[in-house]
């Protein structure tokens, strides 16, 4: 099977200090990957490197594409979407608002507004307050405008950096429910970086474990949540 994202020997760096060493890996269309590890481990550069926001060498695919040399603009046309950590939503404009930027790389009209009610299909909450400003949103809420947001692109590949980061744990269990249900229905591959390691097992099919910017672990997400190593570091048990 050709991978839809094929990362190898990926090396990134802040200035002169170097984040990631070497990474390689790779997710198949369909696939929903979890990518754990520590705070400062190298999981959020990861997805930034992918984007083109830091300064990378190596060789970063998608769909047979080189991404090393684009624009993250150019990226973003190509099919993927990136969920940062904070949201990022626009917080003066209203949820509508919102939705309606997500497809500024799209011209079909018609379309852009049944995918606003599609968005509101998976997230109620949404419809509830479409002319609400995002900034007044709650936390849960603005997490789920900003998947929301990313979803009008109707992006091939969605990377989410830490989508549980401080929400409740019922809310938390309940969006991760909503990403499993789009990875399965609208057929989106899914790179979700996670702190939350046990939820992210759960739901993923396949893992990376990173630490100090290098990749120490890799295999099927049961497998990876069955290791003690893991359980130890990661899970608590």
């Known amino acids: 099977m050709t991978a839809l994202l094929n990362v190898k020997d990926l090396r990134a760096y802040y200035g002169q200090v170097q984040a990631l060493h070497s990474l390689s890996f790779s997710l198949n269309e369909g696939s929903l990957t979890t990518l754990l590890g520590a705070n400062g481990a190298g999981k959020t550069t ?9 300064r990378t060498t190596g060789t970063i695919e998608f769909d047979g594409r080189p991404l090393t040399s684009r ?3 150019n990226i973003v046309s190509l099919g993927i979407a990136h969920v940062p950590q904070g ?11 919102n939705l309606q930027l997500g497809a500024y790389t799209r011209n079909d009209k018609a379309t852009i507004a049944s995918d606003i009610e599609r968005m509101y299909a998976y997230f109620p909450k949404l419809k509830e307050r479409h002319t ?42 309940d969006l991760f429910k909503i990403l499993g249900q789009i990875n399965r229905e609208e057929k989106v591959s899914l790179l979700v970086v996670e702190q939350n390691a046990q939820l992210a097992l759960e739901l993923a099919d ?12 890799a295999g099927g997400a049961k ?3 069955n290791d003690e190593n893991v359980r130890k570091s990661y899970l608590g048990y």
């Open 46 to 54: 990861t997805l930034r490197a992918i984007c083109n926001m830091v």
């Open 71 to 73: 624009s993250t603009e």
């Open 223 to 225: 497998e990876i949540s």
């Open 87 to 97: 949201r990022g939503t626009f917080t003066t404009l209203t949820v509508e608002e």
């Open 132 to 173: 609400q400003q995002a900034g007044t949103l709650s936390g849960g809420e603005q997490q789920m405008l900003a998947v929301a947001r990313a979803l009008m692109l109707r992006p091939r590949l969605m990377l989410l950096d830490e989508p549980s980061f401080g929400l409740a744990p019922l809310i938390v269990r």
């Open 206 to 217: 396949q893992a990376y474990v990173i630490e100090t910017g290098r990749i120490v672990m």
